[in-house]
């Protein structure tokens, strides 16, 4: 049976996800083309569990010798003291020091748990390290976030679908929808 989606929105179609993931992946080839030794690969980390769709349709889009990890990332917020709490569930498996890196997340929203992951990797002194996106949801950043890759640039909304869940439904919707509130 399909999947009722009463009470979501379309907000980006997958035909429109496909061609923009093949304009990233073209970017990310030319940009990394002149960078990557003969002998060296680019090491692309996902974060689990959102960014596995899009990571997947990147990777594919990407004409370079890659290598994959992922880290795996839980956040709450502290009301209290306007903060975010980032625990690490799954840590990296590779040795990232003078690596060139590319972080690839599904979306960013306050911005807070990239900012934690890119600190976190930055000690372990990668050679290069960008970050991909692919929402930017820019309403309710709360720190300056460097985005070198970014989908699509969306102002507010919670969204679901292309690896992003809610109540861990609606991974699996080929299309971004907007949840009416
Ligand atoms: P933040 O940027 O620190 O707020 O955290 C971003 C994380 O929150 C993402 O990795 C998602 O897992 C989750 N998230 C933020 N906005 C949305 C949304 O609109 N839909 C689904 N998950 C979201
Ligand atoms: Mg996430």
């Not at 020091?97 to 960013?108: F, N, S, T």
């Not at 990797?121 to 300056?144: C, T």
Request: aromatic letters at 8%.
């Amino acid at each position: 049976m399909a999947q009722p989606l009463t009470g979501l929105e379309p907000v980006i179609t997958a035909a429109e996800l496909a061609q923009r993931v093949q304009s990233l992946g073209a970017a990310i080839t030319q940009d990394y083309q002149s960078v990557l030794a003969d002998d060296e690969s680019l090491l692309v980390i996902g974060v689990l569990n959102g960014a596995f769709i899009f990571m997947a349709d990147l990777l594919r889009a990407m004409d370079l010798p890659i290598e994959i990890d992922f880290v795996r990332l839980s956040s709450y917020q502290d009301q209290m003291v306007s903060a975010s709490h980032v625990v690490m569930l799954k840590n990296l498996e590779t040795e990232i020091k003078d690596r060139h890196v590319l972080v690839v997340e599904d979306i960013a929203d306050l911005g807070l748990t990239l900012a934690w992951l890119l600190e976190f990797l930055r000690l372990k002194e990668p050679r290069s390290l960008k970050l991909a996106v692919a929402i930017n949801k820019l309403e309710r950043r709360r720190v300056n976030l460097a985005l070198d890759y970014v989908g699509f640039d969306l102002e507010e909304g919670f969204l679901v679908g292309y690896g992003l869940d809610y109540a861990h439904k609606h991974r699996n919707l080929p299309g971004i929808y907007k949840l009416r509130p």
